[in-house]
């Protein structure tokens, strides 16, 4: 009998110990992020942190490609399945999948106070939920390599310089200084939208759908053409890729084969690694057209995913690399733009030494406030990417010689009526 | 005893403690085995045996086969098929929308029809080209010479490396201020932009491409030559046959179920071209490079409303086009071995 209570004494102790060992076993979460500088470094560190203050939540940053982002995470929401949060660029498109953090979260008024601005980008049409914040607010605008300029002996244009002016002075330069590629802009149809707007495109119908072909546009595209032929873009960047292919020409103007690039706020990391010192660059104002002088805003942001087994420990961690301690070192050691109001006003102390490091962010941040307002309107519109789309792959084809720009122009409408079509099917 | 005899009793013995277990093992499954076939019949039991093949092919292949062709008739942004929209025919017929079918342009889905003509030319030139290419190269590792071995390996070895490293590797040395104008620049030529130009990225598309995989293929051919006996060139040799002649009339008919094999992988290895040339021109410039298996991946996974059906369709009317080919090759193949048995 004492033998028998022993044993089942020794039973109930075990059991007992392994539900203790259970219980403490910390919540895994699993984060799919990914970085163009040394923003997953940060993240890690600012991690490892909130582990140490959250001993119940274990988080493991899974670091992938930008393009396991934008092609495999849709796929596998669709799914629906996928990590528990992640970072991601196509806010508006996939916003029927992001968790809604607004019980969950604190203070959800501290949330709608500093990221409402953004906060319509990441949400379904006609939805008030808050699914995540903005690890970085981007502008688009262009960046001058100024030693050239100086070498070359011409005056940088000045704040209201136009697109045609700009053109001119960068192919002076280029002249002058034997330099390959005057002009170069990313093959990307977000990165032709800002200009686009300067020139007067409209972009968005009087109903909400696609109206992209009209004279502002066609002017930002015969000058994209006009350019090509003229020598001052090179077709290595729009001509030699096809499609929505994306290409960049980043690493030719940190070998400084580029006098003027227009891209956006998210080089400025990566070029204070890459050019260093080795010349003079800033950013500068977006050039101005007859409607505006405005880049396009867009971003990247952080998301709990609605399939997540933890929705409230994925809310804690989302609360806590939001508030604004913890966001305020993630831009300042990031050198990103921010995409919180009260961090906007207050100001930041960005972690560089580098003199174009701080004018290109200063110009960037005085970007923000003179964007115009379709271009504010262009992120939370959902058609955003299907007109970026079509107009890379067809304006791609008039660089390459394929189409006319007549041609283009009734593609792009065909393309977009298509995608369009398909998805309201 | 001879010491010859006792060394082969020795290696008797020591094979047969070696084959021991497998005796033991076969000993074992002996019964079951017998019991089987009593039951199901010797033809019950092969098809037993090729049950878990056939489960595993059904599964990955024949099913996600049966899925196209059923995506293929449906529409809508949905990935999952009960969500999607039936649409009969329509993405065929948006495929086959054309005007003229010689000028992509007046096609409705006319990257589509850019995309044909590009593979067409590629799959006619490069599997010409590395057929010939490889015989030529297998011709010449068959013959006797020093360091044969190092040689087969320097052509094998492009084979053994990933298609995207492949693809870095060239488009290093064919940038702006890559390998090859370098050394263009150096001879006091002009350096050429080989990526940008529509002429030359198609040649670089099929070099790299012939480059990469023709190391394979010379592997197959070396094999097939190595099997033609000897005595055949020794009795040519003795009745003084012209090299031509022996090429004509010996190396090429024995090795022709070789070249069957080449040609037909080649040729479908050619149509399915995406890798190596989606890294190194990403189907550029315009569209000069690209071909179908990008288009189909572009259409059905990198537009923002994913048309997974039109990309369906379109790898349906792929898949039709290589079964012709291959039942082509193969007619063509059978039509010649039963003229040479007559």
Same mark, same amino acid.
């Given at each position: 009998?004492?033998?028998?209570?022993?044993?089942?004494?020794?039973?109930?102790?075990?059991?007992?110990?392994?539900?203790?060992?259970?219980?403490?076993?910390?919540?895994?979460?699993?984060?799919?992020?990914?970085?163009?500088?040394?923003?997953?470094?940060?993240? +890690?560190?600012?991690?490892?942190?909130?582990?140490?203050?959250?001993?119940?939540?274990?988080?493991?940053?899974?670091?992938?490609?930008?393009?396991?982002?934008?092609?495999?995470?849709?796929?596998?929401?669709?799914?629906?399945?996928?990590?528990?949060?992640?970072?991601?660029?196509?806010?508006?498109?996939?916003?029927?999948?992001?968790?809604?953090?607004?019980?969950?979260?604190?203070?959800?008024?501290?949330?709608?106070?500093?990221?409402?601005?953004?906060?319509?980008?990441?949400?379904?049409?006609?939805?008030?939920?808050?699914?995540?914040?903005?690890?970085?607010?981007?502008?688009?605008?262009?960046?001058?390599?100024?030693?050239?300029?100086?070498?070359?002996?011409?005056?940088?244009?000045?704040?209201?310089?136009?697109?045609?002016?700009?053109?001119?002075?960068?192919?002076?330069?280029?002249?002058?200084?034997?330099?390959?590629?005057?002009?170069?802009?990313?093959?990307?149809?977000?990165?032709?939208?800002?200009?686009?707007?300067?020139?007067?495109?409209?972009?968005?119908?009087?109903?909400?759908?696609?109206?992209?072909?009209?004279?502002?546009?066609?002017?930002?595209?015969?000058?994209?053409?006009?350019?090509?032929?003229?020598?001052?873009?090179?077709?290595?960047?729009?001509?030699?890729?096809?499609?929505?292919?994306?290409?960049?020409?980043?690493?030719?103007?940190?070998?400084?084969?580029?006098?003027?690039?227009?891209?956006?706020?998210?080089?400025?990391?990566?070029?204070?690694?890459?050019?260093?010192?080795?010349?003079?660059?800033?950013?500068?104002?977006?050039?101005?057209?007859?409607? +505006?002088?405005?880049?396009?805003?867009?971003?990247?942001?952080?998301?709990?995913?609605?399939?997540?087994?933890?929705?409230?420990?994925?809310?804690?961690?989302?609360?806590?690399?939001?508030?604004?301690?913890?966001?305020?070192?993630?831009?300042?050691?990031?050198?990103?733009?921010?995409?919180?109001?009260?961090?906007?006003?207050?100001?930041? !102390?960005?972690?560089?030494?580098?003199?174009?490091?701080?004018?290109?962010? !200063?110009?960037?941040?005085?970007?923000?406030?003179?964007?115009?307002?379709?271009?504010?309107?262009?992120?939370?519109?959902?058609?955003?990417?299907?007109?970026?789309? +079509?107009?890379?792959?067809?304006?791609?084809?008039?660089?390459?010689?394929?189409?006319?720009?007549?041609?283009?122009?009734?593609?792009?409408?065909?393309?977009?009526?298509?995608?369009?079509?398909?998805?309201?099917? | 005893?001879?010491?010859?005899?006792?060394?082969?009793?020795?290696?008797? $013995?020591?094979?047969?403690?070696?084959?021991?277990?497998?005796?033991?093992?076969?000993?074992?499954?002996?019964?079951?085995?017998?019991?089987?076939?009593?039951?199901?019949?010797?033809?019950?039991?092969?098809?037993?045996?090729?049950?878990?093949?056939?489960?595993?092919?059904?599964?990955?292949?024949?099913?996600?086969?049966?899925?196209?062709?059923?995506?293929?008739?449906?529409?809508?942004?949905?990935?999952?098929?009960?969500?999607?929209?039936?649409?009969?025919?329509?993405?065929?017929?948006?495929?086959?929308?054309?005007?003229?079918?010689?000028?992509?342009?007046?096609?409705?889905?006319?990257?589509?029809?850019?995309?044909?003509?590009?593979?067409?030319?590629?799959?006619?030139?490069?599997?010409?080209?590395?057929?010939?290419?490889?015989?030529?190269?297998?011709?010449?590792?068959?013959?006797?010479?020093?360091?044969?071995?190092?040689?087969?390996?320097?052509?094998?070895?492009?084979?053994?490396?990933?298609?995207?490293?492949?693809?870095?590797?060239?488009?290093?040395?064919?940038?702006?201020?890559?390998?090859?104008?370098?050394?263009?620049?150096?001879?006091?030529?002009?350096?050429?932009?080989?990526?940008?130009?529509?002429?030359?990225?198609?040649?670089?598309?099929?070099?790299?491409?012939?480059?990469?995989?023709?190391?394979?293929?010379?592997?197959?051919?070396?094999?097939?030559?190595?099997?033609?006996?000897?005595?055949?060139?020794?009795?040519?040799?003795?009745?003084?046959?012209?090299?031509?002649?022996?090429?004509?009339?010996?190396?090429?008919?024995?090795?022709?179920?070789?070249?069957?094999?080449?040609?037909?992988?080649?040729?479908? $290895?050619?149509?399915?071209?995406?890798?190596?040339?989606?890294?190194?021109?990403?189907?550029?410039?315009?569209?000069?490079?690209?071909?179908?298996?990008?288009?189909?991946?572009?259409?059905?996974?990198?537009?923002?409303?994913?048309?997974?059906?039109?990309?369906?369709?379109?790898?349906?009317?792929?898949?039709?086009?290589?079964?012709?080919?291959?039942?082509?090759?193969?007619?063509?193949?059978?039509?010649?071995?039963?003229?040479?048995?007559?």
């Amino acid at each position: 009998m004492l033998r028998k209570t022993t044993l089942v004494a020794a039973l109930a102790a075990t059991a007992s110990f392994g539900a203790a060992a259970y219980a403490q076993e910390p919540v895994e979460l699993r984060f799919m992020w990914y970085s163009d500088g040394n923003e997953g470094d940060v993240m +890690a560190d600012l991690l490892s942190r909130f582990e140490e203050e959250n001993p119940d939540i274990k988080v493991v940053l899974d670091n992938v490609a930008y393009t396991v982002i934008r092609d495999q995470l849709p796929v596998q929401l669709e799914a629906g399945q996928g990590p528990d949060l992640a970072r991601v660029t196509t806010l508006k498109d996939l916003a029927p999948h992001w968790l809604d953090l607004r019980d969950l979260v604190e203070d959800a008024s501290y949330w709608e106070e500093n990221f409402g601005n953004y906060l319509d980008w990441m949400r379904p049409e006609g939805s008030d939920i808050i699914p995540g914040y903005m690890t970085q607010l981007t502008v688009t605008g262009p960046f001058v390599n100024r030693t050239l300029f100086e070498q070359a002996g011409v005056e940088l244009p000045g704040e209201d310089a136009t697109w045609d002016e700009w053109a001119e002075a960068v192919k002076q330069v280029a002249e002058d200084q034997q330099i390959p590629i005057p002009l170069a802009m990313d093959r990307s149809g977000h990165r032709f939208t800002g200009p686009a707007i300067s020139m007067g495109a409209g972009f968005i119908g009087e109903d909400g759908m696609p109206a992209v072909i009209d004279d502002g546009f066609k002017a930002m595209a015969e000058r994209i053409a006009r350019w090509h032929e003229d020598g001052t873009m090179s077709p290595e960047i729009w001509g030699s890729v096809s499609g929505t292919t994306y290409r960049g020409a980043n690493e030719e103007f940190a070998n400084a084969e580029v006098v003027m690039y227009y891209s956006g706020s998210w080089q400025i990391a990566q070029f204070e690694e890459t050019i260093g010192d080795a010349f003079d660059w800033a950013a500068v104002p977006n050039p101005c057209g007859p409607a +505006a002088c405005t880049g396009l805003p867009g971003g990247a942001g952080v998301v709990g995913i609605k399939y997540t087994e933890h929705p409230e420990e994925v809310a804690r961690l989302i609360d806590w690399l939001a508030s604004e301690p913890v966001l305020k070192e993630f831009y300042e050691r990031t050198l990103f733009l921010p995409g919180h109001k009260g961090l906007t006003e207050a100001g930041l !102390d960005y972690q560089s030494d580098n003199p174009n490091v701080k004018e290109s962010l !200063d110009t960037f941040v005085g970007a923000v406030g003179n964007l115009a307002p379709l271009a504010n309107r262009m992120p939370s519109w959902e058609w955003a990417n299907v007109v970026y789309f +079509a107009i890379i792959g067809r304006l791609g084809q008039v660089v390459a010689g394929e189409l006319s720009l007549e041609e283009a122009y009734s593609r792009i409408e065909d393309d977009i009526a298509q995608q369009v079509e398909e998805a309201q099917r | 005893m001879t010491a010859e005899a006792r060394h082969e009793t020795a290696g008797e $013995r020591l094979a047969g403690l070696l084959l021991a277990p497998v005796r033991w093992g076969m000993n074992l499954i002996d019964r079951p085995m017998t019991w089987l076939q009593r039951r199901l019949g010797l033809g019950g039991v092969a098809a037993a045996f090729l049950a878990p093949n056939l489960l595993v092919f059904g599964i990955f292949v024949l099913f996600p086969m049966m899925l196209n062709v059923a995506y293929s008739f449906t529409g809508g942004g949905a990935l999952f098929l009960n969500n999607r929209v039936f649409v009969g025919t329509l993405q065929y017929e948006t495929l086959l929308s054309c005007r003229d079918f010689l000028d992509a342009s007046s096609c409705r889905e006319d990257r589509f029809w850019r995309a044909v003509g590009n593979t067409g030319f590629f799959v006619i030139v490069q599997v010409a080209a590395l057929v010939l290419i490889s015989l030529a190269t297998a011709l010449v590792l068959n013959r006797e010479m020093r360091a044969r071995g190092f040689w087969r390996a320097v052509f094998f070895f492009p084979v053994l490396l990933s298609p995207v490293v492949v693809a870095l590797i060239w488009k290093w040395i064919l940038q702006r201020n890559g390998l090859l104008n370098a050394v263009l620049v150096e001879l006091s030529f002009e350096p050429t932009l080989w990526l940008v130009n529509r002429g030359w990225a198609m040649f670089w598309a099929i070099f790299l491409s012939i480059w990469a995989h023709l190391g394979f293929y010379t592997l197959i051919l070396l094999a097939g030559l190595q099997a033609i006996p000897r005595e055949l060139y020794e009795a040519a040799e003795m009745d003084g046959a012209p090299s031509w002649r022996v090429l004509t009339r010996i190396t090429l008919p024995l090795l022709w179920p070789n070249l069957v094999v080449v040609i037909l992988l080649a040729l479908i $290895r050619a149509v399915q071209v995406f890798d190596e040339v989606f890294v190194l021109t990403g189907g550029g410039p315009g569209t000069a490079t690209l071909f179908l298996v990008q288009y189909i991946y572009e259409t059905g996974l990198a537009q923002q409303v994913r048309n997974l059906g039109l990309a369906s369709a379109a790898s349906i009317l792929m898949a039709a086009v290589l079964i012709v080919l291959t039942l082509v090759q193969l007619l063509a193949s059978a039509w010649r071995e039963r003229k040479e048995q007559r």
